[in-house]
């Protein structure tokens, strides 16, 4: 019976699709792995299917390729100032830390100094 069997004697093996068509959609995966999935015209349908237009298949795919381009140019140089923009960050912080730890030696052997000092007048007064 069904219940006498463990769980991995039932479970089947899946496996991926060898065919996938998707009809009317294009998809593109950025450099990040986001996936974009855009419906496509009829339009554009027809071109890609139609063999007596490879000119124009050919030219879309290349202005597409060229549009992904730009598109990658553009974030490559919005990430390259955004870097920038921390390493500058990093380096002010860096500098008002060691600022800030100078400030504290100083003060510690400040107050080392000032409690030596009333230690000593309490021994002398103690004298």
Known sequence: SLHKLSTAQT?????????VIIECMHILRQMDGKMIVRKTNDNDDKKQITPSLPQSNSNDDINEKLQQLEIFRLENERLHSELNTHKTEIRVL???RDSLMSTISKLDIELT???????AQQQSRKK
């Open 11 to 19: 479970v089947v093996d899946i496996k991926p699709p060898i065919e």
């Open 113 to 119: 100094e000032a409690e030596y000092q009333r230690f």
């Open 94 to 96: 860096r500098s008002e």
